[in-house]
């Protein structure tokens, strides 16, 4: 059993580091290259990627709430002190996904119709794109910092006197 929790641990950190990564460096930008933007057209590319983000964020949430349970399990079936610093950086990484996928992405998605939707006020998409960027800049950031927290804890996860790898 004490294998079988370790896996499961080391496997949900590394999905989680490895969908963050390739998500952020390389499915996103992705959308935005030059190739994309003649064959979708800026506003279908930029819809197509918060399509692909409402995915992203179920992925992330199920390996917060793994992350979350395999820390409660240790602690309860191998009788493992509780590490605090794991515990609060899981939950600080996880509060930051909460804000990013109901908070900001739902808005982004509203000011990205306004900017691309018929029948939209020129002053109106001027507005929204002011402030899609200033969203848009507050998401990378929380990206930013999550990318950095999920880092973390994958590190702790696997290594020696980290004080929270298994012991055999």
Known sequence: MIGFLRFVGV???AIWFGA???FTFF???????EKMIHLLTKPYAGAAVQLLL????????????LAM???????????KPLQRLTLWLLLGIFWFGLIGGFIIQPKLQGLHRVMYGPGVAQQQRQEAQHSFALWHGASQILN????????????????PGSGYRHRA
Do not use: D, K, Q
């Open 144 to 159: 930013l910092m999550v990318l950095t927290g999920i880092t973390v804890y994958l590190w702790r996860v696997t290594t």
């Open 11 to 13: 496997a949900n950190a």
């Open 20 to 22: 963050s990564i390739f």
């Open 27 to 33: 499915v996103a930008p992705a959308f935005f290259s």
């Open 54 to 65: 409402e995915r992203y964020f179920i992925l992330y949430l199920i390996c917060g709430i």
């Open 69 to 79: 349970f395999h820390l409660v399990a240790e602690w309860l079936y191998m009788g």
